[in-house]
């Protein structure tokens, strides 16, 4: 298996653009996290699904921030507009259960200036 | 105050030397835990997962002490190959992992 598949991995944008970022869970993961990474704030759950649905979008800084998970094999977190604070690394992760080992992908570094 | 606290270090520590790390919890729902490991700019990985009666992976022993809510990561004889950031992780009913901050350790030749 691949693995987490993350993809853009590097992503310079300038403030207000549009960023989206796309992860291609492993097969037969029920269960798909995005995440946040600073400095400042460590690794932070920004929202997870279970069989595609929403399950706790609590983590979601505001209304500029939306995910989506059309099927099993991919999902979308996307910002618009984007803003310098939005800069860290977002991962991608999946498993089988919600309280069970995580896989994470590679990350994508997102600097927005 | 964090579900999750963790000291963020840096423990510099000389090749086999053994270190310790613990990690507090605020709520004492919390039912699973885990240690993972992140390289500097990698994604975290599963170190070992924590049971109540306390669990050892050859050099790497976690323990975990419900009373006064706090797990711990024992490494013995320290690698260069060890260092790396060091993220506890706890789970609380419906919610999903939630990671500490890390804990940094850097073994030194």
């Known amino acids: 298996d691949a693995g987490v598949i993350q993809s853009p991995r590097h992503e310079v944008t300038e403030m207000g653009q549009e960023v989206t970022l796309r992860c291609k869970p492993i097969?037969?993961?029920?269960?798909l996290f995005w995440y946040r990474q600073t400095m400042m704030r460590g690794l932070e759950l920004l929202i997870y699904?279970?069989?595609?649905?929403?399950?706790?979008d609590s983590g979601m800084p505001e209304d500029r921030f939306s995910a989506k998970m059309p099927n099993a094999s991919f999902s979308t977190l996307k910002i618009q507009p984007s803003e310098p604070r939005d800069s860290a690394v977002y991962f991608c992760?999946?498993?089988?259960?919600?309280?069970?080992?995580?896989?994470f992908g590679p990350g994508t570094r997102l600097t927005v200036l | 105050r964090k579900e999750v606290e963790q000291d963020p270090g840096p423990f510099n520590v000389p090749e086999g030397a053994t270190v310790a790390f613990n990690c507090t919890y605020s709520?004492?729902?919390?039912?699973?835990f885990f240690w993972y490991r992140q390289d500097c700019r990698k994604e975290p990985k599963l170190l070992m997962s924590?049971?109540?009666s306390g669990n050892e992976d050859g050099r790497f022993t976690a323990q975990l002490n419900r009373a006064s809510q706090y797990i711990s990561l024992l490494i013995r004889d320290s690698k260069l190959s060890d260092s790396a950031t060091y993220l506890c992780?706890?789970?609380?009913?419906?919610?999903?992992?939630?990671f500490g901050s890390g804990t940094r350790l850097q073994v030194q030749p």
């Open positions: 992760a999946s498993s089988l259960s919600a309280s069970g080992e995580q896989f």
């Open positions: 097969s037969g993961h029920d269960y």
């Open positions: 699904f279970n069989n595609n649905v929403p399950i706790d």
């Open positions: 709520n004492s729902a919390s039912q699973s």
């Open positions: 924590v049971y109540s």
């Open positions: 992780v706890g789970v609380t009913g419906r919610r999903a992992l939630t």
